[in-house]
């Protein structure tokens, strides 16, 4: 007997997925079909898949063609399948030609030919709408948008607005955009989401005007220093039912929310300590600080909450910029320090000590992939995520999932914890001594 398998997502089932597993049954006399799980799509940067494991497991059942159908959890998964089942041939779609060609070590490898003109991609473009996202930037860094965006189903990059034209003119042709914008009126009109990537002192007026023509915006963080201004434009969002996001990656990122999982879940007991640092080098800008302290305090703010009782703060200055600063949280069971460095170099890293252990992610820990669990009783644990990018692709996703269901709150960072942020950094400015 022949045995044949085959893997694939079989999302938003169409004519090109019955063909193939028609083919790939006919290709021996017993066919297993390996459905991708959730969180493997979602580890191999899959974000977009409309149907739940259960339907696409169901749709492939109605086919009627495969013989056992078996979930794909793991990178790896498919040479232990191909040994455990003793498979003679694996056949997949020839959109991947060559990169199975080291299964032919345990077995045959066959690519077939897929079946032109249709494909998950376009069903879900047709059906679900495409948000044009607009980009105002004065520099040439796009904080990955434009990649990150060509990986999420929903939308894409349209125009580009500078203030200096030839910074618009650069950063179109440098990440391969269509078009720029002559005006900012111009790209709220021609775009959905408004992306601001500006200098701080400029957000504000970007972010207003946007929302006010009636866009979706999301606003490097925070979009104002002004907690005032800041309350006004989310004002402005919600009169005009509009999304307002900061782009702020961590509250974003799957390691930190399985961390923030594992202590809220009480792994490491009543949390004593919450030890966060933050720098980055190469950066000399006065506003640094604002940016780099709000990165820090935000995951304290979803960790442990907005209910600590005392807050104290140290902050060095140069001239009129903060070099150095440590802000102090006094919480009901414990306390937390927040180290920030803007020109003065510090550790990148997040330990959170509990009762019964400690959490720890190290190495840049807002992009990191794992973290380690230590536990009072001996134990140890590492988590690794395996995820190739920082919580930005999660936000895009989450701003296409709102859209669609005309929702305008996150709970990944919310009005409330984007508005503590503001009014912690104004307290420690104000606490200047
Ligand atoms: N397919 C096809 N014709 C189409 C679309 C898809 O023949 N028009 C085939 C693909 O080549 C693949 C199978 O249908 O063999 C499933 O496709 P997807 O659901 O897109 O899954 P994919 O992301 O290709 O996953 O481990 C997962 C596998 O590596 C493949």
């Known amino acids: 007997m022949k045995r044949i398998i085959t893997y694939g997502t079989f999302d938003l089932f169409h004519e090109g997925h019955y063909n193939m597993l028609k083919r790939a049954k006919a290709e021996g006399d017993y066919l297993i079909v390996g459905v991708t799980g959730d969180r493997y799509d979602v580890g191999r940067g899959k974000l977009s898949v409309k149907d739940s494991l259960a339907t696409r497991i169901e749709n492939v059942k109605k086919t009627g063609f495969a013989d056992m159908i078996i979930t794909e959890e793991y990178l790896g998964q498919k040479i232990s399948d191909i040994i455990k089942y003793d498979i003679d041939t ?247 320090k927040i180290n920030v460095g803007n020109r003065v170099r510090v550790e990148n890293q997040m330990e959170i000590i509990g009762t019964k252990g400690t959490v720890r992610i190290g190495d840049n820990w807002w992009k990191a992939d794992y973290f380690e669990m230590d536990k009072t009783d001996g134990s140890s644990q590492v988590f690794n995520i395996n995820f190739d990018s920082n919580g930005f692709r999660f936000l895009l996703a989450n701003l296409v999932d709102m859209v669609s269901q005309n929702i305008i709150e996150t709970q990944f960072f919310s009005e409330q914890d984007s508005r503590k942020v503001t009014a912690i950094l104004e307290e420690a400015i104000a606490n200047k001594r």
């Open 90 to 336: 694996f056949v997949i779609g020839d959109d991947w030609r060559g990169k199975f060609d080291h299964l032919n070590n345990y077995c045959t490898v066959k690519y077939i030919s897929r079946t032109e003109g249709i494909s998950s991609t376009k069903i879900r473009e047709e059906e679900f709408k495409i948000n044009r996202i607009g980009i105002i930037t004065d520099k040439l860094s796009d904080n990955q948008i434009v990649k990150e965006s060509g990986l999420i189903a929903g939308v894409s990059v349209g125009k580009v607005y500078s203030d200096d034209q030839s910074i618009a003119v650069k950063f179109k042709e440098k990440y391969g955009l269509q078009e720029t914008a002559d005006s900012a009126e111009e790209l709220y009109r021609d775009s959905d989401v408004v992306f601001i990537r500006t200098d701080i002192k400029d957000r504000y007026r970007f972010t207003k005007d946007a929302l006010q023509a009636g866009k979706h915006v999301i606003c490097d963080f925070p979009f104002s220093l002004d907690s005032n201004q800041q309350k006004e434009l989310w004002d402005i969002a919600k009169k005009q039912n509009r999304i307002l996001l900061d782009n702020i990656k961590a509250p974003y990122s799957q390691t930190f929310i399985q961390m923030m999982w594992a202590v809220q879940g009480g792994l490491i007991g009543d949390v004593i300590d919450f030890n966060c640092s933050v720098s980055k080098k190469d950066q000399d800008i006065p506003y640094l600080f604002y940016e780099l302290a709000a990165m820090a305090v935000a995951p304290m703010l979803k960790i442990l909450g907005h209910n600590y009782t005392n807050m104290d703060s140290r902050l060095i200055y140069e001239g009129d910029a903060i070099e150095f600063a440590t802000m102090y949280f006094d919480y009901p069971t414990g306390k937390a």
